[in-house]
């Protein structure tokens, strides 16, 4: 994913860090990479797919550099709307919006001389871009409504599952703050690269599933566990995380088979609720057809209806597969943020 400056490497050794798993040649990269960014105050940028563990890695970094005692923040920038994220990350005071009846420290406050966690950092606006270039650079800011200057010791660590440089090229990501964040780039490698490790995860999740659910599935059978080698592993660790809660859950003795594996793990599909994207192609064959038959092929407006009704289908599987979250479906729909608040207010579907 990265291009260009900032990989680190050397000859030291990268043996596993404690609180992470894998000691397979795909991990060993990262942990001799993770070792040696954490003695420095540069800024990191975590590069990775979803659920390959940037976060997990983050927090390695905070503990094992010199500021380890003082507070880790994470702040998850998809997941909320610019003017609330500004809010979050600097803070405001008494009456600079409606609704901020009280002073409020942000963020970057609370994580003064330890580190801040930005994550899905390729979400943000490029007005609050500006902000964080600011504080990279000048370590200072002011608080939303305020002319006051705050100075922060803060570290920045920053992930995103995209690349950032394509996210500049394409005018939705800031070239500067791209570089400032750039300073040092570890790069995650996927489930599917790192195979050797999935035993060893999966016991590590079996173990912590029994106990919160006062259960003792100590054993995997070995056709699973060639399943769960073999399987590609879109969603990653996270997913194979899922995947091994639900297994004990489900398992009646001490061993988890393989059919209490899901179907996408067994080669089959899984069931979704909703429209596919054939069913929806099959809906704007029928709407085109009946606004023929109804209306005739010359009548008015029958595009643009036929193109509003597969659309707004559309986007509510893509809202429901999102879990509802408006940054991410965005993203998935290929449009940004305000025009899909746009569409929702269009279609009714504001909640």
């Known amino acids: 994913m990265s291009r260009g400056m900032s990989n680190v490497d050397g000859n030291e050794s990268g043996p596993p860090i404690p609180g992470l798993i894998g000691e397979g040649t795909a991990m060993e990269r990262v942990y001799r990479l993770t070792r040696r960014v954490a003695r420095s105050n540069a800024s990191v940028l975590l590069l990775g797919e979803t659920g390959t563990g940037k976060e997990l890695i983050a927090k390695a970094i905070h503990r094992l550099s010199p500021r380890g005692s003082g507070p880790f923040i994470r702040v998850n920038c998809g997941a909320l709307a610019e003017n609330l994220l500004e809010s979050e990350l600097f803070g405001h005071v008494r009456g600079a919006f409606t609704g901020a009846v009280d002073n409020r420290t942000g963020r970057f406050e609370a994580a003064h001389t330890g ?24 370590h200072e800011f002011e608080r939303v409504g305020d002319t006051q200057t705050i100075r922060v010791d803060t570290r920045v660590i920053a992930a995103s599952n995209c690349d950032l440089l394509d996210e500049a090229a394409a005018g939705r990501f800031r070239e500067d703050l791209y570089y400032r964040l750039n300073v040092v780039t570890i790069e995650l490698p996927p489930l599917r690269e790192r195979r050797d490790d999935i035993p060893s995860l999966v016991y590590h999740f079996l173990k912590i599933y029994s106990e919160e659910n006062f259960r003792h599935v100590l054993h995997v059978e070995p056709a699973a566990m060639q399943a769960l080698q073999d399987y590609a592993w879109p969603g990653n660790v996270r997913e194979l995380q899922n995947y091994i809660e639900r297994a004990v859950v489900l398992s009646p003795g001490d061993e988890l088979t393989r059919d209490l594996l899901p179907e996408p793990v067994l080669g089959g599909r899984p069931r979704r609720i909703g429209r596919s994207r054939a069913d929806l192609e099959t809906l704007a064959s029928e709407l085109i057809q009946q606004g023929v038959e109804t209306a005739g092929p010359s009548a008015e407006n029958l595009y643009a209806a036929i193109v509003n009704r597969v659309e707004r289908e559309l986007i509510v599987q893509v809202l429901a597969g999102c879990d509802g979250v408006q940054i991410k479906a965005a993203e998935r729909l290929g449009i940004n943020r305000n025009t899909l608040h746009k569409k929702l207010k269009e279609y009714g579907l504001e909640s």
């Open 115 to 138: 580190t801040v966690f930005l994550d899905e950092i390729n979400s943000t606006t490029p007005k609050l871009q500006v902000k964080l270039l600011r504080v990279l650079q000048e």
